[in-house]
């Protein structure tokens, strides 16, 4: 990046952080494969190290992080309050992110989880210490079917917002659908399961669940939450520059796989409900026609100046 550049978001960033406040700003985001170049004892992560077969080197590496910082930027004209991250490997990263790239003056905190997951990937919650105090948090781990592998922790935070309002927060990466839809759909169901046990023990609380669900609104797992109380925000979201129908192209089709919900007590402090789907985060898609997210591989192609395969999920809650 020009240096000329990093002056510029630098003072964009001390500048953001002491706007005045706002409508509190919540965005979720899949940072597809947020991997640091180390490879990490018994985690399947070799294909991100300088002789893998993604040749993910240290450039490649600080590349990301700042692309992800300022995908993050671009939300609001303000720093948003929380953020939800997904597909994060590991602390090295969270502390590169939040004190080394370009969101380092922006005085982010981090909340993470362990997870036993096969890869190494993560949950991670960063939040304003300004706007919100962490009172405590938790891993809910996943028990695994049969034929399910290791997965994803939820992560729970419990914590006060500046207005002292207590606000109760689940982050979920649920499995994929590699090897098929209807085979690996309990392996979703059996994360939601855990998720929906932890928040019967909060009931009529002030509670939002976000993350990447590899599923649709639609599909029995987002059924289950919704049949259980919570309201999906951004089952018909769209971008906000009307390029996006969703926060995920396959094969030419958008849809939303990346969802946030909240309980009945929070539904009338919604503002607004936004994709990001700003043009330098998108790129022409020339297969199918129309846009597709810049991601950072095009199968084993390093495209730099790429993003994320997903787009950010932005919530606005009045103050």
């Known amino acids: 990046m020009r240096p000329y550049l990093l002056v510029v978001l630098s003072f964009i960033i001390f500048n953001l952080s002491y706007s005045p ?3 509190q700003v919540f965005v ?19 294909e991100f190290t300088p002789d893998g077969s993604r040749r993910w080197t240290r450039t490649r590496y600080w590349n990301k992080l700042n692309a992800i910082a300022q995908e993050l930027l671009s939300c609001s004209e303000q720093l948003p309050d929380l953020v939800a991250l997904v597909e994060i490997e590991n602390d090295t990263v969270m502390r590169d992110l939040t004190r080394r790239s370009l ?53 729970y935070v419990r914590g006060e917002t500046v207005h002292a309002d207590t606000l109760h927060l689940f982050i979920v990466h649920a499995p994929s659908r590699y090897g098929g839809e209807l085979e690996t759909r309990p392996h979703r169901r059996q994360v939601i399961s855990m998720l929906l046990q932890a928040i019967d023990s909060i009931a009529n609380q002030n509670i939002i669940v976000a993350g990447d669900f590899n599923d649709y609104a639609d599909s029995p797992s987002l059924q289950m939450l919704t049949q259980h109380g919570l309201h999906n925000l951004t089952a018909q979201t769209q971008g906000i520059n009307k390029r996006a129908k969703g926060t995920y192209r396959y094969q030419g089709e958008w849809h939303s796989i990346d969802h946030i919900l909240v309980s009945t007590p929070l539904l009338n402090k919604v503002e607004s409900t936004f994709i990001n789907d700003a043009p330098f985060l998108l790129e022409r898609e020339t297969t199918y026609g129309g846009w597709k997210p810049r991601r950072t591989f095009q199968g084993f192609k390093y495209q730099r100046g790429g993003y994320s395969d997903h787009l950010p999920l932005v919530v606005n809650f009045k103050r």
């Open 28 to 46: 979720e985001l899949n940072c597809e494969n947020l991997f640091d170049c180390q490879h990490d004892e018994g985690k399947d992560d070799h």
């Open 21 to 23: 406040a706002g409508a």
């Open 103 to 155: 969101l380092r003056g922006a005085g982010y905190e981090y909340l993470m989880t362990c997870s036993p997951d096969v890869r190494g990937l993560d949950i991670a919650l960063l939040y304003h210490p300004q706007r919100f105090r962490p009172i405590c948090y938790e891993h809910i781990n996943v028990p695994t079917l049969d034929d399910m592998r290791a997965t994803r922790d939820i992560l």
